[in-house]
Every structure is written in structure tokens, then in C-alpha cells.
């Protein structure tokens, strides 16, 4: 047994671990697109996320945690291999990720080579058909027996399994999106796939386990489209709405690098958004998705409470990247920017973590698989880029040099410290933010010299080399029944 499993068995022999002679059960909880807007973390004048703030009072809330890239793919990949995008190559939506590393052996993968007992539902990998790892579990649900079949993926934003009004498009926000839509529904909430993943998860949760247990439960809200009941829409009057803070010419400063990201439309979405009248409307929708989202992790957290697991299961939530509302006249993520990878982060741990303690330590998703390894004593998988923040959880001030990284495509990545962001893009061009004084991140201060040592510290945590881009879609047929791949020729 390992230095680390003994410690944490010593520490939560009260808490029942080492009574029942069994590593701890793990409760992974992802939600989706759901930015820093939390309560405990007092981002957000508004936000109504009692949930998760319940769940951060019980244990530790990594306040400066940061995605390993802004885009759910990349990100979710990173976080389930634990090797971050420069890496794998993995960058996009548009990149299956098994056929380029058939060997890897993925997060819930790990523990069930390791005697746990595996489950998962909702979203927990990307969502679309072949993203999955259908060898990681024992067990996956999905609220339509027709996901499966399509190859372990999509449901969500489909008119025969999920939620949406009668007529669609209904706010006429955005016409570079199609998705990007949003409005209240006169349905209950146990119509929507998030509620029947919640359900499924509390079930699991009541019952008493033979194994130690995984359970990944996925969250989709709030991606988009913001279609949720109309009771939370209720909860956010537009009246008390607050747009956020920007300034004028906030670009001006950016590098043309910037403009120039995979998928980003900036400024031209949000001047859109900004002419129909819609900004607003779009932060009210936005925030009854986390609402709605945060109920639905409340249904989950009650059902471990009741039952017989709560003592001797760690409970990690995280989100796959953040959002922008129109800061940086920008709109959803894709930028390296503080709203596209500052994520909530929260860990408890029986035993291990005290209540309601909080680190300001730059703590980046690609760490939670050597985190959750070291906490159930699991063999350490050589693999993977991250480092464990099993450290922090006990000392949370703990002195911590390494900085988060997130990468947006080859050769584009910014770090995250206690006090700094730094950007380089892959034509050299530079941005820096200094969040003691600029926690907006309005002045680049990149280009003035007496920043040089600030930024040569931070540039020797950059990737020494980027992976080229793994082949696109297209370059393979992919058999939804077999879940396997062959090269098109393309």
C-alpha cells in the first residue's frame, strides 16, 4: 500500500473507508459550457446556484481552476485521457480521438481495470456518435435506447429526444449558430434528458454497491440551446439584469491572432446580438440553464446523502470549459481568455478536505485523473500530463509553481497562475494580463519590457513541441454498430 493510500485511509477512518477495508467510491459530476457564474464564487450578482454551494461547503472550491482547451472535444478528451491537446492532437469537435490513440486507456477505463465497478450517464465524453470509450464502463445510460444504436452519442438538441418549444428558432439572436437559441418551456422538469441522467444516478446512488464504484453523471445545461422550464426563467427578471462590464476599443490591443481562432466571430456575433436587442434576453437564458443544471446536481448530491455511500464516496464537479456573454465582444468560448477557461471546481473527500475551504491555486481539469488516482491508492498510469492536487486538498495555500494550461489549437495556449495569464499564439504574437489589477483582462501588457521575466517564467511551462492536428472526420468511416473505425482514403 502506497504512502498516499495509507494517509488517506488514516484520515478518513472515521468517515468509514478504512472500517470496511475498501477503497473510496467516486461521484464525477460534469456539467456542461457552465463558465465561472457560481455562487460560492461570487462571480455573479444574480446567479442562484444553492447546490453547488452547498457541495463547496462541504468541501474544497479550486477558485482559479482553468479547462485544458476551450472547446468540449478537446477538453473533455484531455480531461478523460489526461493528456492535454498538445499532446493527443486533439484540438476540435471535428476529431474523433480512439482512432488516433487506440491504445489509450481513458479515466473511468483506469478504475475499471482496477476492480471498480464503472457507470456513467448523460454527457460525460463529447456527444456526438463516436466519442464515447464503450470499453470504459460496465454500465451507461441514456435516456433513448436509439443513442446506443447511433453510436454511443448525440439525443441532445434533437426534437425526438430532448426538449424544445413547439417552433424553432424562437429568439433570433444569432445567425452564425443555429444552436444558438433560447427560450422558456411550459414542461416539467422530468421531461429532460438532464433530469432522467439525475434520476438514473440517484437510483445507483441509494443502493448499496458490492465494488468500490465510479459514477460519471453528465450534465448538458447549459450548452445550448437554452430551453429549460420557464420557472427558472423566472427566477431572473430582465429588469435585474446586469450586462457585463466592459470597455470601449477593448480590442484594440489584441493581437490579429486572436480574431483568428478556430471557430471565434468576434466582434461580429456580439454586434448582432447587441443590435436585435437580444443581450440581455440571452444572459437570462443563460442563467436559468446553470439554475436548472445546479437542480438537477441537487437531486444527485440529495440521493448520496440518503443512502448508503455518503461517508466513503469522493465527490468531484467540474465544468468542460467556460462562456463569454459578451466580454471581449465575444460570444461562447473558443478564446483563451479568462471566460472561455475558468471553469467551478470542487472536491470532497470525507476526511480529507474541510469544509468550505477554497484555493487560489492554478488548477487545470487535465489534473483530475492523477488527482482521483492518488485518492483511491490506484496504480499510476505513466501516461498522463497532469499532476496531482491531492496536495491541496488538505493545504489549500500549499506553494504550487506550476501554472494552468489551456491550448486552443497547435501552437495556441495560454497559462494561468495565482496572479497572471499569458498567451502566445502559435505566430508569436503575445497578450498578458496582470489579474491583480486588470481581473477583466482590458490591458494587454505584453509588449511593455518590464514585464519580460514575468513573461519568460511562465513561457517555460509552454508545450515544448504541439502535436499536428490528428485526421478530421471525414478521413474515416465510422460504424456506429461495431463503434470502430476504418480510413476513407480522403
Same mark, same amino acid.
Given at each position: 500500500m502506497n504512502h498516499t493510500r495509507r494517509s488517506f485511509l488514516a484520515a478518513t477512518a472515521g468517515a468509514g473507508f478504512a472500517a470496511q477495508n475498501r477503497k473510496p467510491n467516486v461521484l464525477f459530476i460534469g456539467v456542461d459550457d457552465w463558465r465561472d457564474w457560481v455562487g460560492c464564487l461570487g462571480t455573479h450578482p444574480l446567479v442562484k446556484t444553492p447546490n453547488l454551494d452547498r457541495l463547496a461547503a462541504r468541501g474544497l472550491l479550486f477558485t482559479n481552476a482553468h479547462c485544458a482547451a476551450p472547446v468540449c472535444n478537446a477538453s473533455r478528451t484531455a480531461l478523460m485521457t489526461g493528456m492535454n491537446p498538445a499532446t493527443t492532437g486533439v484540438y476540435a469537435n471535428s476529431q474523433w480521438w480512439r482512432p488516433a490513440w487506440p491504445d489509450v486507456v481513458t479515466l473511468p477505463g483506469w478504475f475499471k481495470q482496477n476492480g471498480y465497478h464503472v457507470a456513467g450517464g448523460? /454527457?460525460? *465524453? #463529447?456527444?456526438?456518435?463516436? *466519442?464515447?470509450?464503450?470499453?470504459?464502463? #460496465?454500465?451507461?445510460?441514456?435516456?433513448?435506447?436509439?443513442?446506443?444504436? =447511433?453510436?454511443?452519442?448525440?439525443?441532445?438538441? %434533437?426534437?425526438?429526444?430532448?426538449?424544445?418549444? @413547439? $417552433?424553432? &428558432?424562437?429568439?433570433?439572436?444569432?445567425?452564425?449558430? /443555429?444552436?444558438?437559441?433560447?427560450? &422558456? $418551456? =411550459?414542461? &416539467? =422538469?422530468?421531461?429532460?434528458?438532464?433530469?432522467? $441522467?439525475?434520476?438514473?444516478? %440517484?437510483?445507483?446512488?441509494?443502493?448499496?454497491?458490492?465494488? @468500490?464504484?465510479?459514477?460519471?453523471?453528465?450534465?448538458?445545461? @447549459?450548452?445550448? %440551446?437554452?430551453?429549460?422550464?420557464? /420557472?427558472?426563467? =423566472?427566477?431572473? &427578471?430582465?429588469? /435585474?439584469?446586469?450586462l457585463p462590464k466592459t470597455i470601449e476599443n477593448d480590442l484594440d490591443d489584441i493581437p490579429a491572432a486572436a480574431l483568428k481562432l478556430k471557430q471565434v466571430v468576434i466582434p461580429q456575433e456580439h454586434r448582432a446580438i447587441v443590435k436585435k436587442g437580444k443581450w440581455k434576453l440571452a444572459i437570462q437564458a443563460y442563467l436559468a440553464a446553470i439554475t436548472f443544471s445546479d437542480a438537477m446536481v441537487g437531486r444527485v448530491l440529495d440521493a448520496l446523502d440518503a443512502g448508503p455511500n455518503k461517508n466513503n464516496t469522493i465527490v468531484m464537479l467540474w465544468s468542460d470549459h467556460g462562456y463569454h456573454l459578451g466580454e471581449k465582444e465575444a460570444w461562447h468560448k473558443f478564446t483563451l481568455w479568462e471566460e472561455s477557461t475558468r471553469v467551478p471546481l470542487i472536491v470532497h473527500a470525507p476526511g480529507l478536505t474541510k469544509p468550505g475551504t477554497r484555493s487560489s491555486r492554478p488548477a487545470g481539469l487535465i489534473d483530475l485523473y492523477p488527482t482521483l488516482l492518488d485518492l483511491c491508492g490506484l496504480p499510476k498510469n505513466p501516461r498522463l500530463d497532469g499532476q496531482s492536487l491531492s496536495p491541496l486538498l488538505n493545504k489549500p495555500h500549499l506553494a504550487w509553481e506550476r501554472p494552468a494550461l489551456t491550448t486552443a489549437s497547435a501552437g495556441d495556449h495560454t497559462l494561468r497562475d495565482d496572479r497572471w495569464r499569458y498567451i502566445r499564439y502559435a505566430d508569436g504574437s503575445e497578450e498578458l494580463y496582470d489579474h491583480r489589477s486588470d481581473p477583466k483582462e482590458w490591458r494587454n501588457l505584453a509588449a511593455q519590457p518590464e514585464h519580460r521575466a514575468e513573461k519568460q517564467r511562465l513561457a517555460r511551462w509552454l508545450p515544448k513541441s504541439d502535436h499536428p492536428g490528428v485526421p478530421q472526420k471525414p478521413a474515416y468511416r465510422f460504424d456506429p454498430a461495431t463503434h470502430s473505425w476504418t480510413r476513407s482514403g480522403r
Open positions: 448523460g /454527457k460525460m *465524453f #463529447h456527444h456526438e456518435p463516436g *466519442f464515447n470509450d464503450p470499453g470504459a464502463w #460496465h454500465e451507461y445510460f441514456y435516456w433513448n435506447d436509439r443513442i446506443k444504436k =447511433d453510436g454511443w452519442g448525440g439525443g441532445y438538441q %434533437s426534437p425526438t429526444m430532448d426538449v424544445q418549444p @413547439p $417552433v424553432i &428558432p424562437v429568439a433570433g439572436a444569432n445567425d452564425h449558430r /443555429k444552436n444558438f437559441d433560447f427560450a &422558456p $418551456v =411550459d414542461r &416539467p =422538469d422530468a421531461d429532460f434528458p438532464d433530469y432522467k $441522467v439525475a434520476t438514473w444516478a %440517484s437510483d445507483f446512488l441509494r443502493r448499496a454497491q458490492e465494488k @468500490p464504484f465510479f459514477l460519471g453523471a453528465g450534465m448538458f445545461r @447549459p450548452h445550448i %440551446s437554452w430551453y429549460v422550464p420557464r /420557472k427558472y426563467f =423566472d427566477l431572473y &427578471p430582465l429588469d /435585474k439584469i446586469e
